[in-house]
């Protein structure tokens, strides 16, 4: 069974900065995609950023230049490096794994906030 941890979040002031990370069980190489994902209160959840087997990526409009997404193979981890986070950058963000299925993990809280 894959299983995913979320860690890193909290609370942070606007202009601000944190780094996420998804320690993956097993071989992270393994998985198609890996994907981040965030969940506002009352709002649908949106895919903020994707790194690919290859190392490609896309992100949201709303995060491009500010988000960074990577993996690292050797540590079987996931990363998101955000800056310059916004009040509207709250939101549970839950990271994802898709191999012949979608995995996730059980999120962690950010909060952007003076």
């Known amino acids: 069974q894959v299983q995913l941890v979320e860690s890193g979040g909290g609370l942070v002031q606007p202009g601000g900065s944190l780094r996420l990370s998804c320690a993956v069980s097993?071989?992270?190489?393994?998985?198609?995609?890996l994907t981040w994902y965030r969940q506002a209160p009352g709002k649908q959840r949106e895919l903020v950023a994707v790194?690919?087997?290859?190392?490609?990526?896309n992100y949201a409009d709303s995060v491009k230049g500010r988000f960074t997404i990577s993996r690292d193979n050797a540590k079987n981890t996931m990363y998101l490096q955000m800056n310059s986070l916004k009040p509207e950058d709250t939101a549970m963000y839950y990271c994802s794994a898709t191999d012949s299925a979608d995995h996730w993990g059980q999120g962690t809280q950010v909060t952007v906030s003076s």
């Open positions: 790194i690919s087997r290859v190392g490609s990526t």
């Open positions: 097993g071989t992270i190489s393994r998985f198609y995609v």
